[in-house]
């Protein structure tokens, strides 16, 4: 008889655990962790979507240079803190688009041509490669702003999913800057090499910027010392396709105009310069370096109805905008070599 009882309790149990366990079992492999937003309350009530819903291919690995911890953070979520951390969140949600693709291709092309920067990280999260803030971060700069901060950057990264900018079928090199002098630099101009996409354009929209002009004084003394020269009356200087200074003669010493803006930390390599008795004025125009895509040239394109595909063809110019997943393999490849 007890021998009864006691196997009319084990069954009971075991209905019992089944009627808990079951659900779970059916619920669980259909949760992918990349597509599922993480939503967490804020403050004033409302709930943020901290995370983007889009699914990620690969993972980076972002060296934090204050601490010199890593994060392992998604693609998709990789590009969201990017942007919010390259490109003023108040911008036109188009350009906003036209930066995430920036971001993407920026380092889907740097993972698959450069590689890591340790042996146990891509990138770190400085202007060295694109400037990166984690969630913590975000929160801490736009308080309660925060929520619709983020699912702004999140609804620009997901309406772009896994799109990059190509040219003959490679990630481009997408170079972005803050405000241009009315036009963009050819690569070649500023760098050394040529680069077929980066070319001059017209972008008329950056006046609006408050970079579009600067000014800095420096004393003849000062002058004479960051550059190594002595002041003379015969100061010449020629200028780019971009209008910015190509190169400038001080009598017999010469500099090009990014030696210029580097040692004098100007704004911009489109500067005049004009002597005041003891001062010497630099006015610029523009800030960064002009070459590729101008960022409040992009929120401009934006106002006036352009989209997020126009103002990439704009900027980057005989280029396409191709699915990632082509490319997928070989970062793939990479990340298995790094762990083996």
């Known amino acids: 008889m007890k021998i009864q009882k006691w196997i009319v309790l084990v069954i009971t149990v075991a209905l019992f655990m089944a009627i808990l366990v079951i659900p779970t079992l059916i619920v669980v492999p259909f949760t992918d962790s990349n597509a599922v937003s993480e939503v967490?309350?804020?403050?004033?009530?409302?709930?943020?979507?901290?995370?983007?819903?889009?699914q990620s291919p690969f993972s980076i690995r972002v060296l934090r240079t204050q601490t010199g911890q890593i994060e392992n953070v998604p693609l998709e979520n990789y590009?969201?803190?990017?942007?919010a951390s390259e490109m003023p969140v108040?911008?036109?949600?188009?350009?906003?688009?036209?930066?995430?693709?920036?971001?993407?291709?920026?380092?889907?092309r740097h993972m698959i041509q450069e590689g890591s920067v340790s042996d146990h990280a891509d990138v770190t999260d400085t202007v060295k490669h694109q400037v990166y803030k984690n969630e913590q971060e975000l929160r801490e700069q736009w308080q309660d702003k925060y929520?619709?901060?983020i699912t702004k950057i999140n609804q620009a990264v997901e309406e772009t999913q896994g799109e990059i900018i190509t040219y003959n079928h490679e990630p481009i090199t997408a170079a972005f800057f803050s405000t241009s002098n009315g036009y963009t630099e050819n690569a070649e101009d500023y760098w050394e090499n040529e680069i077929p996409y980066l070319k001059s354009v017209e972008s008329p929209w950056d006046q609006e910027s408050p970079k579009f002009v600067d000014q800095k004084i420096l004393t003849v003394e000062e002058l004479q010392t960051s550059l190594g020269i002595r002041l003379t009356k015969d100061t010449t200087m020629t200028k780019t396709e971009g209008n910015r200074v190509e190169r400038v003669n001080f009598g017999a010493q010469s500099f090009t105009g990014r030696e210029i803006r580097e040692k004098l930390d100007l704004p911009s390599s489109d500067f005049t310069i004009k002597q005041k008795g003891n001062h010497v004025i630099f006015t610029t125009r523009g800030y960064g370096h002009g070459v590729g895509m101008s960022q409040y040239g992009a929120n401009g394109m934006a106002k006036i109805g352009k989209d997020y595909k126009e103002i990439v063809n704009h900027y980057y110019k005989d280029t396409k905008i191709s699915p990632i997943s082509t490319l997928t393999a070989s970062i793939e490849n990479n990340d298995k070599k790094q762990t083996n």
């Open 90 to 108: 108040n911008f036109e949600i188009e350009a906003l688009k036209a930066q995430a693709l920036a971001a993407r291709t920026y380092i889907t």
């Open 79 to 83: 590009v969201a803190r990017v942007v």
């Open 40 to 54: 967490k309350e804020t403050p004033g009530g409302k709930k943020a979507k901290d995370e983007v819903t889009a």
């Open 147 to 149: 929520s619709t901060n």
